[in-house]
């Protein structure tokens, strides 16, 4: 996007230096175990059952984060060629793309933590959960290194969550015990899983209530910012580590609530952004709603590691029931249930949609939702056309004048079209 004039800018949050030296710990601790064999390495997918994991004291590697990182440094516009080249089509989740890419131009962001590329697995284990894409991803590495790819098979676009669902699920959880035995050369402890359960737990009751502290007025913490501060929930869950970061930011964001609008840009008007965020241009468009005076105050993204169902006391069982109720995992009845619920916690003047071309299992703006909410609450909704890594699928202006256009409608309160 052209630079617009500067807006005021939120000031930072002190906790972003804690945050940038755990991640650079976390990198450094799975590289090292990757490198020096000292403890056993997983990849997981971001929402799979990394309490197994952690049970088991594998160092664990999420590469959607990884893919998250190509996308913001914009590697990513120079890694997925290679791998469209090798038959992984362009209109493929452009993480997969961009990560496999970067595996073969040997290229990463990671080399700013001091990493040459991702650390190399013993094991690779996901969940269909979230999409298909995440086993055939992995699996491109099961291929490439000769190491076991085990995962769960799950249920999509669930209604209600049935016993029956929760039941198959555990099977395949229990299933994949002994092949992570194996390879960790240790046997699972019961009391050390419901450990690591009880801290997946904390940490996503400390997450929900930094973002629910988004429901003041002004947001302490918006969408963009919340892109970053989420790092500890995907790639530390089930850590001690995580938990520790996210009672320092609930504490710091409280702070901001109770000093208000001192010091702070102002917000006009709230929007919810659901569908994933735009990683080569979060400064971009952060700058753009800020010079409009409008907060992006909640999102289904930062939300989705947000697990209610996490329980100590059946580990297994609440694992398999948390993983069903994902927001990306249900059908459109739930969602829109959903992000009813959310538009009204966070009293919030319109949604923005974000269709991102290459992700349609994280866009919800293809079978009339956007419509059908703007009917049922009375409130104005916006899709953008986009992408999560590939910026092909991007348009910097199309998306300013579109976004402008919106608010300016919302300011004079005409009726606004879903599509500009
Ligand atoms: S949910 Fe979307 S972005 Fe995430 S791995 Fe699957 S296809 Fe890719």
Redesign the pocket.
Known sequence: MPAPPRPAAEPPLRSAAVLKQLMADHFAAVDRAAREHHRPVAWCTSVGPVELLRALGYEVFFP?NHGALLGASRVAGETMPRAHALGYSPDI?S??TSDIGSYLAKKTPLAKYGLQGAPRPDLLLYSTN??R??RDWFEFYGREWGVPVVGVTSFRDLGEVEEHHVEAIVRQLEALVPELERVASRRLDGAALEAAVARSRECSDLWRDCLGASAARPAPLGFFDATIHMGPAVVLRGAQEACDYYRLLSAELQERVRAGAAGRPRERFRLYWDG?PVWGRLRDLSDLFARIETGVVASTYCNSWVFDALDPRDPLRSMARASLELF?ARAEGPKERYLERMVDQFQVDGILFHDALT?P??SNARFGMPQRLRKQLGIPVLVVDGD?NDLRCFSDEQARTNIEGFVEQLEGGRPVPARA
Do not use: T
Request: aromatic share 8%.
């Open positions: 959607e989740c993480y997969l979230q999409c894409e995440v994933m990306i992700c299992n994280n999560l």
